[in-house]
């Protein structure tokens, strides 16, 4: 009879197990067709010289250095949303013209791909930062306006009336009950959001250079080194996974009190 | 003396086929230290009554009066219990209770020591560094209670406290509500649609019509309340008035049936 704790590590490998399978199939995959001469190195190099490119450039320090300017501008763009984003969305949900306002105006662009603003967005602000990093706002606001409007609308009437009834006055309603019983779905809405981040910033680097892991990638595209490419894939993709799970942990540590998630 | 006094209150709601009247006329007054519920088929506006009293929404017509002063919002003087308890999710127990003690103006060492004791009082000790939902329902209503007694407000408005409870929670929770209300001698008003626990809990239990609701008839309740529980109920005078209730309840319900 095993114990409760060993049935549990069981279980736990036996999801990790289930989750790298299939990467490690589609490894397998791309090794065989590599080695039986399927297609040419350009176009798909073997893992291991993938492997091989991805130490040479970590050794010299390039690969932390092009992630840490797109994490910068990726997080920094996404904090300002963030800020912007829940500020606007509490207003929303309590002050009724705020509402008759933004919410028309949201409609109309949340839709919208705001990546077409890159050219404009370059004449405006330069090639560096500032430029992706407020296209990166601007990607990242909507989704949290709406995020923070759907959870701040949302608050049980009762949770008010109690805090009303306790003497609390409708100007600090909004740090001492919408703000905390809305952080859920702000958290929630700034992980949905992290991609979004990821890819503008990505994207705005791929386009207009400046530095970052989009800006090294085509840059290794110019020259043909294909393994190159694959590295810098594989960083981008292994950036969002990592991300992800941080934002999990950290929902996690900031919301001790709230019914935990079960996902992963 | 009177401690709540409503005079012709009406209150419609939008729906969408037009208006809905929740409230017609309702009449009623309780007096300082009276323990009154309010019973009636579901959907007959008593909530909506309670929350007017609150002051959380306002009536289309007529006054609410407390202590002789029109009721324009929510106020200290009036503590709110609600059936789903309305705890803040993101405070723990003892930071709840607390909640209220901050517009009293009392210092944070003071607040400290007054949440210890309401929680001790409900019986909670132990449990000051929980999150509510860590806790049962019964002491979800437990924590609800000592956060609304805590900042000493003169009424009580009681939203069907115990009605998410299960049976035998619910008993003790009443027998903890006549004993707190025996001894601080609180103005309550209570609605349920527990006629068994009006009786049981109250001096003065008032019937609501079906909607619009107003009050249609008025109980007295003279038992004695140092008694146990077990001898209350079984009691003859206890049971009369109950069944009576009980039967204007029903007529509320099917007019004419009964």
Redesign the interface.
Known sequence: MPSRAMTELMGVAQRCLLFVAPLLLLLAAWQVTTSMGYVRPLFLPPPGSVAEQFLALLQAGEILEQLAISLYRAFAGLAIATAVGVATGLMMARISWVNWICDPLISFVYPAPKIVFIPLFILYFGMDHLSKILLVALTCVFPMIIATHQGASTV????V????????SERRLLSR?IL??S?PAILTGVRITMPAALITAFTCEMVAGGGGLGAALVFAQRFFETPTVFVYILVMLMTGLVLDLALLRLRNVL?????QDKEL | MVSIRVRGVDKFYRARQGAVQALAGVELSVDSGEFVSLVGPSGCGKSTLL?II???IAADCGSIEINGREVR????D???V?Q?Y?L????TIQQNVA??L???GLSREERRATAARFVDMVGLQGFENH???ELSGGMKQRVALA?TLA?DPAILLLDEPFGALDAQTRESMQDEMLRIWLSTRKTVLMITHDVTEAVYLSQRVLVMSGRPGHIVEEFRINIDRSVTREVTMLSDDFNRVRNDIWLSVRRQLAPGAV
């Open positions: 049980s009437r009762t949770l009336w109690s805090a009303e009834s306790m003497g609390t009950v905390p019983a952080m919301l001790p009190w709230h019914e | 929350y609150g002051g959380f919002g929510p106020g200290l009036r503590g709110v609600f789903e309305a803040f999710p993101w405070l909640y209220g901050e517009a009293r999150y509510p939902r956060r900042y």
